[in-house]
């Protein structure tokens, strides 16, 4: 990671809402290389800051506003919107709203087991 960030990415405040494991995401299709995830999380819900080793993930806003956090830039995401994460990106999932946020993951790479992933927090 050479530390930029994607254009549209303001800096994220330092203090976080205690972050907590999503809620078991559904597997929607899945092939070798490739894995769709439905994710919804609650008002106020916060994943950890994390990165994949081996695997770039696309999420795509279908209902609600997130925040994502990429690196230490933040920004809010709304519905249709998309963000795509790197490989190696340290990134994070917030729901700010009062209302639920729920993502379409598409995740891509050549491993992608659960044990991919570097907790940051």
């Known amino acids: 990671m050479d530390g930029s960030h994607p254009p549209g990415f303001a800096e994220a405040p330092m203090a976080y809402a205690p972050a907590?494991?999503?809620?078991?995401?559904?597997?929607?299709?899945?092939?070798?290389?490739f894995r769709v995830r439905s994710l919804c999380l609650a008002p106020g819900q916060t994943t950890f800051l994390?990165?994949?080793?081996h695997r770039s993930e696309h999420w795509?806003?279908?209902e609600g506003t997130a925040e994502i956090?990429?690196?230490?830039r933040a920004r809010l995401v709304g519905?249709?919107?998309a963000v795509h994460i790197?490989?190696?990106?340290?990134h994070r999932l917030e729901n700010p709203g009062r209302l639920p946020v729920t993502l379409i993951a598409v995740e891509t790479g050549c491993y992608?087991?659960?044990d991919d992933v570097v907790r940051h927090d």
């Open 60 to 62: 795509v806003v279908v």
């Open 86 to 90: 790197p490989l190696g990106q340290r």
């Open 112 to 114: 992608l087991g659960e």
């Open 20 to 33: 907590e494991p999503v809620p078991a995401a559904p597997v929607l299709a899945e092939g070798t290389r």
């Open 79 to 81: 519905e249709g919107e």
């Open 50 to 53: 994390q990165s994949r080793l």
């Open 69 to 72: 956090t990429l690196g230490v």
